[in-house]
Nanobody
């Protein structure tokens, strides 16, 4: 499976961005998809995940209420809508996926990352 993340950029605090993760290749379902991020000098952290079939979603406490993960199964694309962005959201954002129905397992396939920079 190949993943292509896009939509990053520079935005002021309080602004919004929408990231996209387009998947191709062996995109059979079930497959859960997640977004991760890594800031300079920090460990990678999970941001959000969406299940394959029931579309249940899970969020890190730091982004809950501000970020929304969604998926379009017709186009095999997963989105991360990010609102009320804060400087601490600055990081490289990655999407990742694994065959399976429910979030919580490992991730075999990763995208290349997209930079999000939030200025104060």
């Amino acid at each position: 499976v190949q993943l292509q993340a896009s939509g990053g950029g520079l935005v002021q605090a309080g602004g919004s961005l929408r990231l996209s993760c387009a998947t191709s290749g062996r995109t059979f379902r079930p497959r859960y998809v997640a977004w991760f991020r890594q800031a300079p000098g920090k460990a990678r952290e999970g941001v959000a995940c969406i299940n394959s079939d029931d579309d249940n979603t899970y969020y890190a406490s730091s982004v809950k209420g501000r970020f929304t993960i969604s998926r379009d199964n017709d186009t095999n694309t997963v989105y991360l809508q990010m609102n009320n962005l804060k400087p601490e959201d600055t990081a490289v954002y990655y999407c990742a996926t694994e065959a399976g129905r429910n979030c919580g397992g490992g991730y075999r396939d990763w995208g290349q990352g997209t930079q999000v920079t939030v200025s104060s």
